[in-house]
C-alpha cells in the first residue's frame, strides 16, 4: 500500500483529500497544517507521495519543498496551488515537485493525478 502525507493549512481541504485517496486504498501516513510540522514529521517517516499546498503559514510550501528536497532529492512531492500561483507552480516544478493540482479541484482529479506516481 503506498503511503501519503498531506499538507495544508485548511483543516477541509486535508480531510477532503485524506478521505478521497483513503478511499483509493492510499494509507495517510501524516497530516500537517504547515511547512514546519510536515518537517517535523518527516524525521520519523518517508511517505512514498507529499501533497504540499503552497500557501501556508509559518512555512509555506515552497519554502518546504526546497528543505524536503533538500534533505530526500528522491521525495516525490505534489504542489496543491490556487489560481494565479502560476509562478510559484513554476518555480515549485523546478525545484522538484512532481506536478501539481489547482484548487477547487474534484476527488477524481486528485485520483488520476497521483495514480500517476504512486
Ligand atoms: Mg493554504
Redesign the pocket.
Known amino acids: 500500500m503506498s503511503t501519503v502525507m498531506i499538507v495544508?493549512?485548511?483543516r477541509t481541504m486535508r480531510k477532503m483529500l485524506s478521505g478521497t485517496l483513503k478511499a483509493e486504498g492510499y494509507e495517510i501516513v501524516g497530516d500537517a497544517g504547515n511547512g514546519e510540522e510536515a518537517l517535523k514529521l518527516l524525521e520519523n517517516i518517508t511517505p512514498d507521495l507529499i501533497t504540499l499546498?503552497i500557501?501556508?503559514p509559518v512555512m509555506d510550501g515552497l519554502t518546504a519543498l526546497a528543505k524536503i528536497k533538500e534533505k530526500n532529492p528522491d521525495q516525490k512531492v505534489l504542489m496543491v496551488s490556487a489560481a494565479g500561483q502560476k509562478d510559484k507552480v513554476l518555480n515549485a516544478l523546478k525545484m522538484g515537485a512532481v506536478d501539481f493540482l489547482q484548487k477547487p479541484f474534484e476527488p477524481e482529479a486528485v485520483i488520476n493525478t497521483v495514480r500517476k506516481f504512486l
Request: aromatic content about 0%; glycine content about 0%; hydrophobic content about 15%.
Open positions: 495544508d493549512d485548511s499546498d500557501t501556508m
